[in-house]
């Protein structure tokens, strides 16, 4: 091997995406993690995963942190170099938190590092939309913080969204899966004037909100007629989780990503109870969870040589 690039890992953090009305294009990270480690072989590819969830993970060419490194040399012009990829898994698969984000922005990351920092971080950017499809949760996975992100005739221009110190998330991640596939299926092809005007205004609220940590806004910029309608059906105890969190002080309930995970945003001293309160309630309603606050990541992925 002539480079001395062989071998690198990044951590990579969990996202909530959507965040009520910010569809497709709004995220944040989260203080959750998966772990990848590339390094480079003399033949052949070895994918080590590590984690509960482990035996789910793929071990070949269709693992999708892999594909993301192969994507990488392709728009390079280059062969991907063989490699052994050991995965240490700390975001639950398939509960909408962008357990698919983290593999898609360690894989090219770490392509992008073996090659000698080939792309430049708007093509890392760029090319990490386009694999994932839409740019919620790899923006922040990428960058850390919260995220908005739109484009212009295929460019992408994203921004940090100041998150007031005071606003905590808190996640109740519940023992069934949703898949983002199921999530989209029930979604309407069109929407209303009314709808998309809610929507548009609720978001700019819900910016505004985050920023100065207004409560009272919060409790109404979360508001959506895009997805949550329409998906909180696939998620059972859904409202009663929702009752629960506003009862125990959350200042409103949203879907993260495309489910099953809710989302609550509350002030800081109250986090601790809001948590307790989604845990008992989806007990109650006959669904295992597990939920408490988690603090925002502001760093993004990280890379460790």
């Not at 100041?162 to 899966?177: D, G, K, M, R, Y």
């Not at 999530?183 to 909100?209: K, M, Q």
Request: with cysteine; glycine share 10%.
């Amino acid at each position: 091997m002539t480079s001395s690039l062989n071998t690198c890992t990044l951590t990579v953090p969990a996202t909530t995406a959507n965040l009520g009305p910010g569809f497709d294009c709004l995220g944040a990270a989260l203080a959750l993690y998966n772990e990848f480690c590339f390094t480079r072989i003399e033949s052949g590819l070895e994918i080590i995963p590590n984690g509960t969830e482990a035996d789910r993970v793929s071990r070949d060419e269709t693992n999708l942190a892999y594909r993301a490194y192969c994507q990488v040399f392709a728009q390079v012009g280059e062969t991907p170099y063989p490699v052994r990829l050991e995965i240490n898994l700390g975001v639950p698969l398939a509960r909408g938190l962008g357990s698919s984000a983290t593999a898609i922005a360690a894989g090219i990351a770490g392509a992008n590092y073996l090659l000698g920092g080939a792309l430049s971080p708007a093509q890392i950017l760029a090319l990490g939309v386009t694999i994932e499809g839409h740019p919620d949760n790899i923006v922040p996975a990428l960058l850390g913080g919260c995220r908005l992100a739109a484009d212009r005739d295929g460019v992408w221009s994203q921004c940090e969204v100041p998150w007031h110190s005071s606003i905590q998330p808190v996640i109740a991640v519940p023992n069934f899966e949703l898949s983002t596939e199921e999530a989209r299926r029930v979604l309407p092809e069109s929407y209303s004037r009314a709808d998309a005007i809610f929507n548009t205004a609720h978001l700019g609220l819900l910016l505004r909100g985050i920023n100065e940590g207004r409560g009272d806004w919060l409790q109404t910029a979360m508001q959506d007629r895009i997805h949550q309608p329409y998906r909180k059906a696939l998620i059972p105890g859904f409202e009663a989780v929702r009752s629960a969190a506003i009862a125990a002080g959350a200042y409103e309930l949203v879907i993260s990503g495309a489910g099953p995970t809710l989302l609550a945003l509350a002030h800081r001293d109250q986090a601790a109870a809001v948590g307790e309160a989604m845990q008992t309630a989806w007990t109650a309603a006959g669904v295992g969870a597990v939920a408490g606050p988690v603090d925002l990541d502001v760093q993004g992925t990280r890379l460790q040589v």
